[in-house]
């Protein structure tokens, strides 16, 4: 390796051969396989973007991670190992994919896509379920609206509201969507306060 890591290019590191034709087949399968879910919501051209792209982000990151267990079942150098991690860079692919599947779903829903960050939806994720339910013994209401709960079944844990007598599940973003039947954009602008 010479020229130092500026001038690594992760599209043209050393690959071995078929490299680039398994990825490219692996994201075929999976948008194959994406369409075969919903042939119609497809046919929408930025819901056909979004699942391209949705299998992109899955591809670099599988293909990162099974390459770091290759290199390492093949003894590569660490330092030539972590070069290639560093250029793989999957957290930033995970985050895309995050975003892509979140707007994915909005749109699926039908509902309106604000252009929110990720960093607003994690920032309204920290918020506390407790702070929206009146809560007795640890317990509170299911917010279910279609089960009539007269004594409370849901109990709150880890960020999560679950209601053992209905199964409704859902962070303090579903909680909030439910209880105010407001939208997602709606209730992520409500927890940050906007
Ligand atoms: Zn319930």
Known sequence: MNGGIDNLDILNFDAPKGYWERIRQRERELIADMKQLDPIFVSD?????????????????????????????????????????????????????????????????????????????????????????????????CINPAHQDDKPSMSISRGFANCFACGWHGNVIDFVMTKYNIDFVKAVRMLNGK
């Open 45 to 141: 051209s930025r819901l056909n973007y979004l699942t391209e792209r949705i299998a992109e982000y899955k591809t670099r990151i599988d293909t990162a991670n099974l390459e770091w267990d290759s290199d390492i079942k093949h003894k590569t150098p660490l330092m030539e190992r972590l070069c290639k991690w560093y250029l793989a860079d999957v957290d930033k692919w995970k985050r895309r994919l995050k975003k892509a599947v979140l707007e994915m779903v909005m749109r699926l829903r039908g509902e309106e896509w604000g252009n929110l960050s990720i960093e607003e939806i994690e920032l309204a994720r920290q918020a506390d379920i407790r702070d929206f339910a009146d809560s007795r013994n640890g317990m509170i209401n």
